[in-house]
């Protein structure tokens, strides 16, 4: 139905345009020595209008069609290109045009009409296209950073220095701990997600595998939960970094482009980052870093869980998870008894408590 009450607005076009030809003609052919007697004219009129209207009214069908394809061409080729680089563009066509019109006043002056009128066009071709590609192109190099340390005002009127990006890992992510730490306030925003992150998620809750696939869903879940239930700015930073194919090695780079901090419970990935100097928030340092302190001849009452790597030793574990190796405690397999604590290991890995049995200790 649409189509066709276009092709019936197509063909009134046509009959306008050739009334309007007729018009034209008319004045020509008297100068010419042609005169119309009586209804000629209004033939005349009448012949342009059918014409025209029947030929508009014939090739609306194929102009409609190349209408449909050249909107859907541009809708498709602009579902590829990012918000940002639409958004730099239109600033920058803008910019170009205003510098267009102020170069183009004294070209607008020249009596030849049709020099005047070639120059202002390829001036304003020439500026428009300069300002799209030199805002899509470059915005990039904008040191974004200083746009998220900036000062604002808080809603007493205080000037407050926004925190440093936080840059999430896809470990971190599965893990599932930031959400519940977010939520206590310890961590400031905002936190940035990059694409190819979102990507790899999206890969493992794709996966064949059933415990890959769990992982990644759960993974999304989080992010989902971390948009919607707290109070702190998330991101998507939508660029890909395109001369790196490591994903660890795109978030050290990310974290150096925007001056953040990356978090992560990737002990090599940790590793990398100080050597490359970017800031890294280990989840599993904080963990353990919360976890009690225990020092040397501390007595404790725990239960020996199953033999240790060497020979006599016995293998506990506190409630936090930490691991008790109790020298001598392989005979106490499956029994609780009060041990004192002899050494600690802390690791970024985690950390390690080795004991003796305190009836040994008597027996000394």
């Known amino acids: 139905m649409l189509r066709r009450v276009v092709r019936i607005i197509l063909g009134l076009v046509g009959v306008s345009v050739g009334i309007a030809l007729a018009w034209t003609t008319v004045p020509i052919l008297a100068d010419r020595g042609i005169e119309l007697i009586g209804y000629q004219d209004i033939v005349i009129y009448t012949l342009f209008g059918i014409v025209f209207g029947l030929l508009f009214f014939i090739l609306s069908n194929r102009l409609i069609q190349f209408t449909v394809d050249f909107i859907r061409l541009v809708e498709h080729k602009l579902q590829e290109v990012p918000v940002t680089d639409i958004l730099f563009g239109v600033s920058g066509l803008i910019i170009g045009l205003f510098v267009s019109y102020l170069v183009t006043i004294p070209f607008r002056q020249i009596q030849i009409g049709w020099l005047a009128l070639t120059l202002t066009i390829l001036i304003y071709l020439f500026f428009g296209y300069l300002g799209i590609s030199i805002t899509t192109k470059r915005w990039r190099e904008l040191d974004w950073s200083d746009l998220l340390h900036k000062v604002r005002k808080d ?43 979102l990507e790899e998620l999206r890969h493992i809750a794709d996966s064949s595998d059933a415990l890959k696939r769990n992982r990644g869903r759960r993974g999304l879940d989080i992010l989902n939960q971390i948009q919607k239930e707290l109070d702190i700015p998330v991101r998507i930073y939508e660029k890909d970094i395109d001369d790196v194919q490591e994903v660890d090695s795109k978030l050290l780079k990310l974290g150096q482009l925007l001056k953040g901090m990356v978090i992560t419970n990737d002990y090599n990935l940790n590793k990398v980052a100080e050597f490359q100097g970017v800031p890294v928030l280990n989840i599993n340092e904080l963990a353990n870093a919360l976890k009690p302190v225990v020092l040397p001849g501390e007595e404790m009452l725990v239960q020996v869980i199953k033999d240790g790597k060497e020979m006599g030793q016995g293998i506990a574990y506190l409630d936090d998870g930490t691991m008790i190796v109790v020298d001598g405690g392989k005979k106490y397999v499956g029994e609780s008894i009060d041990v004192l604590v002899t050494s600690v290991l802390q690791t970024a890995a985690g950390r390690m408590i080795f004991a003796k049995p305190k009836a040994m200790d008597r027996v000394v």
């Open 155 to 197: 809603r007493h009127g205080q000037d407050v220095v926004a925190s440093q990006p936080k840059i999430l890992d896809t470990s971190v992510i599965i893990d599932g701990r930031i959400f519940d730490i977010c939520k206590t306030g310890f961590v400031e925003g905002p936190l940035v997600i990059p694409a190819f992150v």
